[in-house]
């Protein structure tokens, strides 16, 4: 009995409801209102959608640039502190090669070299990793070296690369690339000029590693810029180091089981870049060589500012 009454109150009060919503004009959305609003949310969406990504990655792109200036400025200090040259030394892509080097040797089962898991390891880190060291320690008698790593191997955040350029051991020719001296000059210049290259000095990827020729930047006791000359005797750089960033990715080949196979990676980059030649780079690390110190240029202009 209550249980009807209840309903018969609730029907009385949805009905009294309804009948004031048509005296007030209000009533239910048509099917066409609904396609109205349906369309003008996807109109924003897709206006929105593609200004976050970008959004993304100008935080990701400010983020690499941050990290690798203050890891430039770092060694900077380090080389005015101690007095020595420090390097900031960046991941070879012959890996493959140095693995087969280590490899060669022979060793014992239980003597093998711990290196190869540590070069294993830095396949993933190629146009991507870097750390601080210097080959002298605090200390050291003139002629003594005592290579020391400074910090650990480092990468950019997932998506940012190193321009792949940088790391090419050609020479500006006359039929090689034109979008600017920089776009020609990799780490491994200065080995391209009268003499052939001299062997390699920086242990890799360990301190007590054997040594590789491993792309670098280098820091003088002064905090200037150094290179290294057809005869291997640091000399002053005599021009900037830039250093441009990209958006990008690095793809390696593996087999069935997860390995890596010993070939070239692929690098894919999509973004970071113009398509004019003069406004090459969006975002570029500028290393002075006469004081040592980096500013960030940013947007196409191109323009020195800091990243905030």
Do not use: C
Not at 20 to 46: C, D, P
Not at 86 to 91: D, G, H, I, K, S
Not at 94 to 102: H, L, R
Request: overall charge positive.
């Amino acid at each position: 009995m209550d249980d009807s009454r209840t309903n018969r109150w609730r029907s009385a009060t949805t009905g009294q409801a309804l009948g004031q919503a048509r005296q007030a004009g209000l009533g239910a959305f048509t099917l066409l209102e609904l396609l109205v609003v349906v369309g003008i949310i996807a109109v924003l969406t897709s206006i929105t959608l593609p200004a976050m990504k970008g959004l993304g990655r100008s935080a990701t792109s400010k983020g690499a640039t941050r990290q690798l200036m203050e890891d430039l400025r770092y060694a900077r200090q380090i080389a005015l502190r101690n007095r020595s040259t420090v390097y900031v030394v960046f991941t070879p892509t012959n890996i493959w090669d140095i693995i087969k080097n280590v490899d060669s040797e022979m060793l014992p089962p239980r003597k093998k070299d711990p290196r190869l898991l540590s070069l294993t390891n830095m396949l993933e880190k190629q146009f991507s990793g870097y750390a601080v060291m210097s080959m002298r320690s605090v200390g050291d008698q003139p002629g003594q070296s005592h290579p020391n790593y400074l910090t650990e191997w480092k990468k950019l955040p997932d998506g940012m690369l190193i321009a792949p350029y940088k790391f090419m051991a050609w020479r500006k020719g006359v039929n090689e690339y034109k979008r600017g001296d920089e776009y020609s000059d990799g780490f491994l210049r200065d080995h391209f000029y009268g003499h052939p290259p001299q062997p390699p000095l920086v242990p890799f990827p360990l301190a007590d590693s054997s040594p590789a020729r491993l792309p670098h930047v280098a820091f003088n006791s002064r905090g200037q810029l150094v290179k290294r000359d057809g005869f291997g005797k640091l000399v002053p750089a005599g021009r900037d180091e830039i250093i441009p960033l990209v958006e990008g990715s690095i793809f390696h080949e593996r087999d069935r089981f997860g390995k890596y196979l010993p070939t070239r990676p692929d690098v894919l980059v999509t973004g970071g870049f113009g398509e004019e030649a003069e406004y090459w780079f969006y975002n570029r690390i500028r290393v002075n060589h006469i004081t040592g110190r980096a500013l960030v240029e940013t947007d196409r202009f191109l323009e020195v500012g800091n990243i905030e």
